[in-house]
């Protein structure tokens, strides 16, 4: 056998012993493995909105002519519940806590009091005669709050906080209808008229995560909304002798209200 057909005949040995490994190699599966996939990475910063109603509260009640009568006992001084509405934005510090600023809205809800006063009548008599009120009351409240996160268990956070602020309180409608002295009828009307006071809060609540950037709450809020008074008290047939608006001492409010949060991402 020639030299050339001996090389050519080890090639074809070699082929047909490495034909088998190649095949085998071919039928092995080739396993791709997934992109990786970036984490969702939360913002922050978070927008949050409330509505609620309101359960609101007045101190006392005082008035330039209340210095002219012997004596004044209170009745009742009652407001009516009223709906409200906020929004804002936030920032999440850490787990536990966050800050947000907030403006408000609070609707109008409507006064009621009545009071009896005792003074000396055009004769020296002293007699007692009763006095009603009714008048309307509004808000605008912007609020600074700082709130701590207690934990949280099966996604329910329990979470304490305290506002500051300013609160814009308007008296509305105001009209006094009493009994004079003298047994006659006395009615008088105020402008409508707002100020601007200093407001602060103090809040408790639950939270619960519907998803990583959206959460529920249902919390609680005692709101201090400073001092509110009336226009200048006018009579019905336009006497006007003192500069007596009705005047609204220290003013609060017991809040009820459902939010959200949601968390940009």
């Known amino acids: 056998m020639s030299k050339l057909n001996k090389i050519a005949l080890a090639a074809c040995a070699w082929a047909v012993t490495a034909m088998p490994s190649a095949m085998a190699a071919d ?50 001084r009652d407001f009516t519940g009223a709906p409200f509405v906020a929004g804002g934005i936030g920032y999440r510090w850490n787990k536990w806590f966050r800050t947000d600023i907030t ?26 005669r ?15 709050n700082a709130y701590v996160d207690l934990g949280s268990w099966h996604g329910i956070t329990p979470f304490v906080g305290a506002g500051v602020g300013g609160a814009n309180v308007e008296i509305s ?10 047994g006659s009828p006395s009615i008088a009307y105020g402008d409508d008229h707002d100020e601007w006071n200093f407001a602060w809060a103090v809040h408790a609540g639950l939270a619960f995560e519907v998803t990583p950037e959206f959460t529920m709450e249902l919390a609680y809020r005692y709101l ?20 007596n608006p009705m005047e609204f001492e220290d003013i609060t409010s017991h809040d009820v209200k459902v939010g959200f949060r949601y968390m940009f991402n």
């Open 103 to 128: 403006g408000e809205y609070r609707s109008k809800s409507e006064f009621n009091g009545a009071d009896i006063y005792t003074a000396f009548n055009g004769d020296g008599e002293l007699v007692s």
């Open 224 to 243: 201090d909304l400073g001092d509110g008074e009336s226009g200048d008290l006018v009579a019905f047939d336009g006497t006007n002798n003192v500069d």
């Open 173 to 182: 409608s105001f009209t006094d209808i009493g009994v004079g002295v003298d």
């Open 27 to 76: 039928l092995i599966p080739t396993v791709y493995q997934p992109a990786p996939v970036a984490p969702v990475v939360m913002s922050s910063w978070y927008l949050r909105g409330d509505i609620g109603f309101s359960n609101q509260e007045v101190d006392q009640l005082d008035n330039e002519l209340y210095d002219t009568v012997e004596s004044l006992d209170a009745v009742h």
């Open 130 to 144: 009763p006095d009603s009120y009714f008048a309307k009351k509004s808000e605008y409240v912007g609020l600074v």
